[in-house]
Each structure stands twice: as C-alpha cells, then as structure tokens.
C-alpha cells in the first residue's frame, strides 16, 4: 500500500518486550516504518453495541486493532 493515506485510525498493539515495541519506544513524528501485523476484532464490542438493535446496522469504533509481529523502519 505504499503511497496510500488513509484518515482511518486504527489501533496498533506492540507487546512489551519485542522488537516491535523497542523501535516504536524511539520513534519520532513523522518516521516511516514497513509493518506486518495480525488484524484482530474485539467480538465483545461489537456485541455490546449490537444488543438491543437487532437488524440494525451499526458503526463499532475501536473494535479493530492490529497486533504487530514485524516492524522495521523504512
């Protein structure tokens, strides 16, 4: 997705202690970082918000996240 900005915020998890973790500790604004991550959803969210709206659409934010496994600065 190189040259893709997205206005999307998405919440990106690095678990303490990884490598991951270590170079985002030192990160500056603006720094460009190549990432892979394993897409996760907060199911108990999602029913939380649905309850008592059944056949209803509904917008859940911060029910998805991504779990860092590779990073490295670019």
């Not at 991951?20 to 918000?49: H, K, M, Q, V």
């Amino acid at each position: 997705m190189d040259g893709v900005t997205s206005t999307a915020t998405i919440r990106v998890v690095a678990p303490d202690g990884t490598a991951p973790a270590t170079l985002l500790s030192n990160a500056t604004a603006g720094g460009r970082y190549s990432a892979i991550g394993i897409p996760r959803i907060d199911l108990r969210r999602i029913e939380a918000a649905a309850t008592g709206h059944s056949n209803q659409k509904i917008s859940v934010k911060g029910a998805y996240e991504m779990i860092l496994i590779s990073l490295e600065k670019i």
